[in-house]
């Protein structure tokens, strides 16, 4: 573990990583006021800091004071500092800011914002940035990214719920005009000689503070994404630039402008100033503040060299989110393999509420996920956003609420969805289940998570539905038989092209679909045209117990040969897979690899 870093008072910028500790020393008499006066709030001996909480994931509103951030003990002359499961840069005293730093690398944090703002669907908002943005010492692409999201997300909000607008009705006589027509007031016109109809004309009027606010800091988003410090960007800083650009352009299409002398104004818009129902402009409103009030470093020289935002950024919330989007992300890969469509009611639930006393909506357990198979639990899985060797399954609360997530559930397939762990198995002695610890094998990364993730997730569902094995092979590997990837939906018909009731002639079509394939050797290039490997297929499918009987029963067994052309160093290697449809459900047994002799 490493050491709690000391700063002196004064330091303008104390970098510490999330949920470790730092120490201010030589602090003066005064501190406490200053405390007070960065917003901090007095509770017991402790002097904590919050932020709003705009994430409505479930609907309830379990911490209503807001997101906790930073908790400061005063001892004699120092501050003992303690971040939460937070990110960002967040100010401690006039002068001085505490850079929180993530327990994964920066460019993964991006990547979980991105993926959740890919797949996302809801309303959540993870950034949280506040009142200023002054030059500090805190590379620009590491915020910007997440205020470009955020922008983004929110204008795609407003775009889609409706922009604040004006009607302007005006009311016209004359033979040229648009709009609907006054019925009555045309009529009386031609009861009193005149026979030009009367018009009701409306202009939709979009150019109001609010709206020329979000498009002005659309504006400086783009001239802060364009500014390329020594080719330092995020890989998908292009494609940030490019969707801001539409935004800002569909804006201007509607009407709406924005013009730099105003912007002391849009400084000092706020919610209050919206009316209740358009508070869905939250996200995008927030972001634009935070944006605008970076305009002081634009007037520097070329632009802002560096950027610094008091903001907090829960890595918790955003790790059970982004696992949400990977889960259900994973069901629809794991679904496009799905020949017999039999995953089309396989869901994963967010925080699904379940009630054990029935009526009682106030006794209630949240799972963070919940896979489902037609409202059928196959498994409970918790997002633990645990720093680096905390075992999520030895902390008897986590395990605890896990347990009774599993019995109201009724099932016995655990998960603790972890960032910083090794992969771990842990069977429950007592009931037969297990808790699975899901978590890279190295260090993190995005897409060494999201295989683990997928890993497990197609283990669950390959114990329901065995078949997916067999198209998870065909998909890895090649399915060597004349035959389509579209005919693995007859893969339980014996009397198909899976059918094993001539064991020599299913020998000869599978040697025959490789050597006329493009990917497997000429049949010359084979000793007496692999008779050997021809002999072990047949034999598989013939083959029987100690009483003589079939292990595989032609009339109720099919099979499907993969080959793998990397399987040894001379012609790749074939192996069978055997699916049995029984009066107990399917299973499926495999034989092989061998050689292609």
């Known amino acids: ?54 994430r409505t994931g479930s609907g309830r509103d379990d911490e209503p004071d807001g997101l906790q951030v930073l908790t400061v003990r005063v001892v004699d002359d120092t501050l003992h500092v303690e971040p939460a499961d937070v990110v960002g840069m967040v100010r401690l005293v006039p002068g001085t800011s505490v850079q929180i730093e993530p327990k994964v690398k920066w460019e993964h944090v991006v990547q979980m914002l991105l993926t959740v703002y890919d797949i996302d669907r809801t309303q959540s908002y993870y950034g949280v940035p506040l009142d200023e943005l002054v030059s500090g010492g805190v590379e620009s692409t590491r915020i910007l990214a997440i205020l470009a999201i955020n922008y983004l997300r929110g204008v795609r909000t407003v775009r889609r719920k409706g922009f604040i607008r004006d009607l302007n009705v005006r009311r016209r006589d004359g033979f040229e005009g648009f709009g609907s027509v006054d019925v009555e007031r045309t009529l009386m016109n031609h009861a009193s000689g005149n026979p030009s109809p009367a018009w009701i004309e409306t202009n939709v009027e979009y150019a109001n503070p609010v709206n020329a606010a979000v498009h002005m800091a659309g504006k400086l988003l783009l001239r802060l994404l364009q500014q390329d410090r020594d080719g330092n960007r995020h890989p998908r800083q292009d494609l940030l630039v490019s969707m801001v650009h539409r935004e800002v352009e569909r804006m201007e299409e509607m009407g709406i402008e924005s013009s730099r002398k105003r912007i002391g104004e849009y400084r000092r818009l706020s919610l209050g100033d919206l009316p209740r129902q358009r508070r869905y402009y939250r996200r995008a409103f927030h972001t634009a503040q935070s944006i605008l009030a970076s305009t002081l470093l634009g007037q520097i020289g070329g632009g802002p060299e560096e950027l610094l935002v008091d903001y907090a950024l829960s890595m918790e919330t955003l790790f059970e989110d982004y696992s949400q989007r990977v889960l259900k992300q994973t069901v629809n890969s794991v679904g496009d393999i799905d020949y017999l469509n039999q995953l089309s009611s396989v869901e994963c639930k967010h925080e699904p509420s379940l009630y054990p006393f029935g009526r009682d909506v106030n006794s209630y357990h949240e799972p963070d996920h919940l896979l489902c198979d037609d409202g059928e639990a196959l498994a409970v899985l918790d997002s633990k956003y645990y720093r680096e060797g905390e075992n999520p399954a030895t902390d008897s609360g986590p395990r605890s609420r896990m347990f009774a ?22 069977p429950v002695r007592q009931t037969g289940g297990e808790i699975r610890l899901v978590s890279p094998r190295e260090d993190f990364t995005c897409e060494e998570y999201e295989n683990r993730v997928y890993e497990y997730v197609f283990e669950t569902l390959a114990l329901r539905y065995p078949e997916l094995r067999i198209f998870e092979a065909a998909t890895d590997d090649y399915l060597c038989l004349k035959v389509t990837d579209e005919d693995l939906s007859k893969v339980r018909d014996p009397n198909g092209p899976f059918g094993i009731s001539n064991p020599a002639t299913f020998a000869d079509r599978i040697i025959s679909a490789i050597t006329f394939s493009s990917y497997g050797p000429n049949k010359p290039e084979l000793d007496h045209q692999s008779r050997w490997t021809k002999d072990r297929i047949r034999d598989a499918c013939e083959k029987t117990d100690d009483e003589g009987r079939r292990t595989y029963p032609q009339h109720e067994t099919t099979c499907v040969p993969i080959y793998d052309p990397d399987g040894n160093d001379d012609h790749g290697t074939v192996t069978l897979y055997f699916l049995e449809s029984g009066d107990e459900g399917a299973s499926v047994s495999t034989e092989g690899p061998w050689a292609l002799m």
């Open 1 to 54: 573990m490493s050491e709690t870093p000391h700063y002196d008072y004064g330091t303008s910028l104390c970098p510490v990583e999330e949920s470790r500790k730092l120490v201010v020393e030589n602090c003066p008499e005064t501190v406490r006021s200053e405390l007070r006066a960065a917003n901090f709030v007095r509770e017991g001996s402790k002097f904590v800091k919050k932020r709003p909480r705009l």
């Open 405 to 426: 997530y599993a019995y109201l559930t009724d099932t016995d397939r655990m998960a603790f969805l972890c960032p910083h762990h090794r992969p771990d198995r842990l």
